[in-house]
C-alpha cells in the first residue's frame, strides 16, 4: 500500500463512451502524475500538477483530459478513445518537483484500460 | 527524450544467483531513484541515490553511481523468486524539471 488508489482498477469502454479515471493521495504531497505503459515501451509521462497547476502537458492527444481539483485528487477524462489508447495508466505523486529526494514518486496500482 | 536507459533489456537467473542492471544516462542529473514494477501494477520505489554519492545499500540492494560515465547499477545479492519483476531507473533534475524514467530492465527468478 503506496497511499495512492486508483479507481477503477480495470476498464472497458467503446471509442463512442466517455469515462473518467480517479486518483487520490493520501501522502499530503503537492505534485501529481499521469503515466500511460503500454506493452515494450517506456512509461509515458502525460500530465504534471504541482500545487494543482498543470505543469506539463507532454503532448496529449485532447482525447484525455486531466483534472485536478485540489492536492490530493486528479483525474483522467476519457472521450472518443481509439484501440491505440489501451494501456496501464498509472497515477504518482510526489512531495515536490524537482526537489531531490521529494520528487520520489509514489504510484497507484494503475488501471488498466481496454478500448474496443 | 529518453533520459535512463537500462541494460539488459531482459535477465534470466536462478534463485540464489546475483542480478546487475545498469542505467546510463546523457544529461547532468540530481539523483538517480531505481524503482520496481510487478507485472501489471504501479511502479515502487527502491533507493535513491545523489548525484554526490557513489555507493548506496538497502537490505540485499546495491546501487552504484558513476557520474564521469552517466552510469548507475542496481545489484540484488542472493536473488529469490519474489524479485521476479520489472527495474526502473529514473533521473531526478532540480528546477522544477521532472523526473524521467527509462525503459527497464525485465528480471525473472527462476526456483
Known amino acids: 500500500e503506496t497511499g495512492v488508489t486508483q479507481t477503477p482498477r480495470h476498464l472497458v469502454m467503446g471509442m463512442t463512451n466517455k469515462k473518467s479515471l480517479k486518483c487520490e493521495q493520501h501522502?499530503?504531497?503537492?505534485?501529481m502524475y499521469w503515466y500511460k505503459q503500454s506493452a515494450k515501451k517506456p512509461l509515458e509521462l502525460m500530465f504534471v500538477?504541482?500545487?494543482?497547476?498543470?505543469?506539463e502537458n507532454n503532448s496529449v492527444p485532447s482525447r484525455f483530459s486531466p483534472e485536478c481539483p485540489n492536492s490530493s485528487h486528479l483525474f483522467l477524462h476519457l472521450h472518443t478513445l481509439q484501440p491505440e489508447d489501451s494501456a496501464l495508466y498509472l497515477c504518482?505523486?510526489?512531495?515536490?518537483?524537482?526537489?531531490?529526494?521529494?520528487?520520489?514518486?509514489?504510484f497507484g496500482p494503475g488501471t488498466r484500460l481496454t478500448v474496443l | 527524450s529518453q533520459q535512463g536507459e537500462e541494460d539488459p533489456q531482459a535477465l534470466s537467473i536462478q534463485e540464489g544467483e546475483n542480478a546487475t542492471m545498469n542505467c546510463s544516462y546523457k544529461?547532468?542529473?540530481?539523483?538517480l531513484q531505481w524503482y520496481r514494477q510487478n507485472s501489471g501494477r504501479g511502479l515502487v520505489h527502491l533507493i535513491l541515490i545523489r548525484s554526490n554519492e557513489r555507493e548506496k545499500h538497502s537490505g540485499r540492494l546495491r546501487v552504484t553511481l558513476d557520474t564521469s560515465k552517466k552510469s548507475s547499477s542496481l545489484l540484488i545479492t542472493a536473488s529469490r523468486a519474489a524479485d521476479t519483476a520489472s527495474y526502473f531507473c529514473a533521473t531526478g533534475h532540480t528546477g522544477g524539471f521532472k523526473t524521467i524514467f527509462g525503459a527497464g530492465t525485465r528480471l525473472f527468478v527462476k526456483a
Open positions: 504518482a505523486s510526489s512531495q515536490e518537483i524537482g526537489a531531490g529526494a521529494r520528487d520520489t514518486q509514489y
Open positions: 501522502l499530503g504531497h503537492n505534485a
Open positions: 544529461t547532468s542529473i540530481n539523483n
Open positions: 500538477y504541482n500545487f494543482k497547476e498543470q505543469t
